[in-house]
C-alpha cells in the first residue's frame, strides 16, 4: 500500500515535471467559441447562415492576428447544432461548456435563444445573441447574455411608425390589416404587439393568423385573406412559410395595397429576391440591415456571394456579433469568462458595419441597435427609411 | 365568412388532399383486411417513399410524376420483402407479435432516416409547383389536381385487381377464411406478402403525388398515418369504398376546419369524427357489423 502511493506521487511528481514545459509552451494561442445554430431541422437554413457568418468574422479576425492582447491567440470555432428544438440547443450548450468554451454566440431563433442563454448563465458563460428577437431574452435579468441586435419590440414600434408616416403621405389610402404569423415566440409576440398597438395608429386589425413550422399549404389562409380583404396584409415568420405565403397569394391573385413586414424571413432576402422576383416586387420590411453607405458590408456582400452564398440578414448579423466578441476578448485580456462578461459591459464597439452607432449594452440589450426599413425595387433590396440611410424614395401602396 | 367564393375553393382543396388521404389509408385498410394486423410501420414507409422520390428528383433528375412506376415497385419490392423476411419470421403467427414486428420496423426506419438525411426539411421545385387552374371562382394548384386525378386513377386500378384478377380473388379468400383458402390451394405467405408489398407499393404513388407540393422529413409521416387510422375506422376497417370516401370526407372536413377554426385547431374535425364513429358506428361507414 505504502509503496504504491509512493509511487504514484512520484509518477505524478514526475509527470507534471515532464508535462510542465509543455504547458508553458502552449499558452492560450486559441480562444475556444461555441458556435451554436439550429443548422439542421425547419430553420436549417437560417442557421447555416447564421454559421457561414460566424465562419467569416473568425477567418477576419484570426487573419487580422487574432487577440492581440492574448498574443495574438487565434480564435478556435466549436460548432454546434441546435436542430431547431431548444432542449437540443440547451443541450448543445453543456457540450460547449464542458469542452470549455470562453463565450457563445448564436443561436438564430427566439425560442432557442431562451433555452440556450438560460442554460449558459448557470456557467456565467458569456452568450451573444446574434438575432433572437424576443424581447424576454435580455429581460430576465441574466448576467452573461448579451444582444447586439434590435429585440421585435424596438422592432415593431419602429415600424409602426414608419408605416403611419407612409400611409399619411399617400393620403391615408390603408386602413385595415390582416396578420400572419408562425405560432413560436417571434411570430406569436410580435404579432400580440401588432394587434394591440395598431389601432392606436389608426389601423383595423381585422385578421390574425397563425400557423405551425413548417407548413405547406397556405391556401387556407390566403382563402381566409380574400374573404377579409384587408389593406395590407403583414407575414411575421420564418423564410420557408414567408416564401410560400407571399407566393400562394400570388397564385390566388390577392393584391393588398401593400405586404408590410416586421421583421419578414424573406421579405429582406436575396434568395427570395431571385427566386421569385415578380413575388417579392414591392415588399417593405422592418429588419436588420447592414449600413448601405459602409463599403466593408458591400464587400462582406461580395465575399458571400463569391461562395455561391446570398448575403442575408443571418450571415451579417452573427457576423458583426463575432466581432464584438472579440472587441470584448482584446479588452478582457482573459479567456477567463467574469472578465469577458465585464468587457462586453463595457463594450462601446462602433467599428462594424451596422447602423447602431457605438455599442452600449444596457441590461444586455444594445441600446443604439435599431432596423431599417428596406423595399424590394427592381429585384434589388434597397433602404427607403431612415433618411440617413435612405437609397431609394418608398413606393407606397403597391396599387393605385 | 360562408362567401361561396371562399368556401367552394376550400372544399375543392379538401377533396384533393382527400384523394392522397385516402390513397395511404387504402393501402392500410388492405393490409388489415388480410393480414389482421395494423401497419404500424406505414408512416415511416411512407416518409422512405418520399424520400425516394425525392433523391429521384434531386440526383437523377427524374420528375416525380414519371417517378410514379418507379416509387410504386420499390415500395411493392419492399413490403413484399418485409413481410416475408421480417414480419412473417419475427411474427411467429401471432398477431400481437406482428404489430409489434411493424412497430420496431418503423423506428428502425425513422431513426435511419435520421441518420442518413438529417432532420432538415426538404422539398423539390418543379416547374408547375406553383402553377394553377382556374376551376369556376377557384385556384387550384396544379399539382393537387394531378394528384387528385392520380389517386383516383390508382384507386381504380386497385379495385380491378382485387375484384378482376385471380390474385384479388386469392387476397379476398385469404382475408376472409385463411383455412380455406389455403385448403383450396392458395400460398397463404404470397398472398400475405403481396398484399403487404401492394399496400405499400399505394404509398409509392402517394409519394409521387404529394412531393411537388409537400415536403420530406424523418417524421413526416406520423402526420399522414394518424389522419388515415381514422379514416379506416370510419370507413370501416377492410372497407375500400370505405377507404375512398372517408378520405374524401375527412380531406374536407380537415380543409373547412382550417378555414374556419385556423390551421392549428383545424384537424379538431377529423378526432371528433373519429371519436364520433368509435362511440355510435364502431364498424364504420361501410363496414360490416361484428
Known sequence: MHNRRQFMSQSAAVASAIAFPLVAGAQPKTVKVGVLHPVT???????????LGAQLAIEDINKAGGIKSLGGAQIEALLGDAQSQPQAGAAEVEKMNEAGVSAIVGAFASAICLATTQAAAKYNLPHLVDVGVADQIVERGLKNTFRFGPGYRKSTEIAMANLLVLNKAAGSPAKTVMIVHEESLFGAGTAQLLSRELPGYGFEVREVVKHANPTRDFNNIVLRMKSVNPDIVIPANYYNEYALLVRTMQQQKVT????????????????????????????????????????????????????????????????????????????????????????????????????????????????????????????????????????????????? | MFDFGILFPSVLNGLTTGAVYA????????????????????????????????????????????????????????????????????????????????????????????????????????????????????????PKLVSFAGALVVSALLFWIMSRTDLGRAIRAVAKEKEGAKLMGIDVEHVYAMSFGIGLACLGAAACFLLPAYYVNPQVGGGFVLVAFTIVVLGGMGSFVGALVGGFLVGVVESLGGLYLGESLGQIGIFVIFIGVVLFRPEGMFGARA
Open chain 1, 41 to 51: 431541422g425547419a430553420l436549417a437554413y437560417s442557421g447555416q447562415q447564421c454559421r
Open chain 1, 256 to 400: 393588398p395595397k401593400a405586404i408590410f413586414s416586421v421583421l419578414g424571413g424573406a421579405a429582406s432576402s436575396y434568395k427570395f429576391v431571385k427566386e421569385f422576383p415578380d413575388a417579392a416586387n414591392g415588399i417593405i420590411d422592418c429588419n436588420h440591415w447592414f449600413n448601405p453607405k459602409d463599403k466593408r458590408a458591400q464587400d462582406l456582400r461580395k465575399r458571400v456571394e463569391a461562395k455561391g452564398q446570398f448575403f442575408s440578414y443571418e450571415v451579417f448579423m452573427t457576423y458583426t456579433a463575432m466581432w464584438v466578441l472579440a472587441d470584448a476578448l482584446e479588452r478582457a485580456k482573459s479567456t477567463d469568462r467574469a472578465a469577458i462578461i465585464d468587457a462586453l459591459e463595457k463594450s462601446t464597439y462602433a467599428n462594424h458595419i451596422m447602423p447602431y452607432g457605438p455599442t452600449k449594452f444596457v441590461n444586455g440589450q444594445n441600446e443604439g441597435a435599431q432596423p431599417l426599413m428596406t423595399q424590394v425595387v427592381k429585384n434589388d433590396i434597397k433602404v427607403i427609411i431612415p433618411r440617413d440611410y435612405r437609397e431609394v424614395e418608398p413606393l407606397f401602396p403597391m396599387k393605385a
Open chain 2, 23 to 142: 390513397l395511404i389509408a387504402l393501402g392500410l385498410t388492405l393490409i388489415y383486411g388480410v393480414l389482421h394486423i395494423i401497419n404500424f410501420a406505414h408512416g415511416a414507409s411512407l416518409m422512405l417513399a418520399l424520400y425516394g422520390v425525392y433523391f429521384l428528383k434531386e440526383r437523377l433528375g427524374i420528375d416525380p410524376y414519371l417517378a410514379l412506376p418507379i416509387a410504386m415497385a420499390g415500395m411493392f419490392a419492399l413490403g413484399y420483402g418485409l413481410q416475408r423476411i421480417v414480419i412473417n419470421r419475427a411474427g411467429h403467427g401471432k398477431d400481437e407479435n406482428i404489430l409489434l414486428a411493424t412497430l420496431g420496423i418503423s423506428i428502425v426506419m425513422e431513426n435511419l432516416a435520421l441518420i442518413f438525411f438529417k432532420s432538415d426539411t426538404r422539398n423539390i421545385d418543379t416547374a408547375y409547383s406553383l402553377s394553377t387552374v382556374a376551376i369556376g371562382p377557384a385556384m387550384i394548384a396544379v
